[in-house]
């Protein structure tokens, strides 16, 4: 299968902590993205990494990319309630065809 | 911040029924998409459209599936006879330039069909 897994599945911290998601895959990509859903709600794109990119940052949010171990982690530094969603990595093996990964639910305790 | 529309926000359909669900995506963007979501479940690809055609599908995109771009406006996706298996989440997507930015896609916020 192409698609990314995220691990853990759950993490629960309290604000003002890093929270950090991984995601692996198992053939080549174009890019890898990272998207947020709130709970019953769409999905919003964060950051995108592209294949020949190691990390990249945008704000409180750090992606590394690491083609030779087919992984990439999510970082959320300082993080707060608001950042409470299900994130998710999403290859993108041919331009315009995501293939999404399971999901890390992020719970942070005021 | 433009944003891609999608109607209705839940629909309740009898199995069997033919459905549409309407998005209208950003105005400038050229490439369109519908995923689905079904609950508990991973976000699934379903078809990409671009000029007026299908760009790409998957094995969920079956016959009973189409999209049309009726009024240059408009994104549809018509499911022609519901089985209780399509009940999910659906999402329509937009791109300006199919992936070929840093920007990746705009989702709309989704159409929660439930098949009876």
């Known amino acids: 299968s192409q698609q990314g897994e995220e691990d853990p599945q759950a993490l629960s911290i309290q604000e003002g902590e890093n929270a950090t998601m991984n995601c692996s895959y198992k053939?080549?990509?174009?890019?890898l993205q990272w998207y947020r859903q709130n709970s019953g709600r769409g999905l919003v794109h964060l950051i995108l990494?592209?294949?020949?990119?190691r990390e990249k940052h945008s704000g409180r949010l750090r992606v590394t990319l690491d083609t030779s171990k087919k992984s990439s982690s999510l970082l959320i530094t300082a993080s707060r309630a608001a950042d409470t969603a299900s994130y998710f990595c999403a290859k993108e093996p041919s331009y315009g065809k995501l293939t999404f990964g399971q999901g890390t639910i992020l719970t942070v305790h005021p | 911040e433009p944003e891609v529309t999608q109607t209705p926000s839940h629909q309740v359909t009898q199995m069997g029924q033919e459905v549409i669900l309407r998005c209208v995506p950003i105005s400038n963007h050229l490439y369109f998409y519908w995923y689905r979501q079904i609950l508990g479940q991973k976000v699934e690809f379903l078809v990409s459209f671009y000029n007026n055609e299908i760009s790409e599908k998957s094995e969920i995109f079956d016959d009973q599936f189409s999209v049309e771009r009726p009024d240059g406006s408009n994104f549809t996706l018509k499911i022609r006879s519901t089985k209780l298996e399509d009940s999910a989440m659906y999402f329509c997507a937009s791109s300006m330039t199919g992936g070929y930015t840093n920007y990746g896609y705009t989702f709309g916020s989704g159409t929660r069909l439930t098949v009876v």
């Open positions: 990494i592209r294949s020949n990119e």
């Open positions: 053939t080549s990509i174009n890019n």
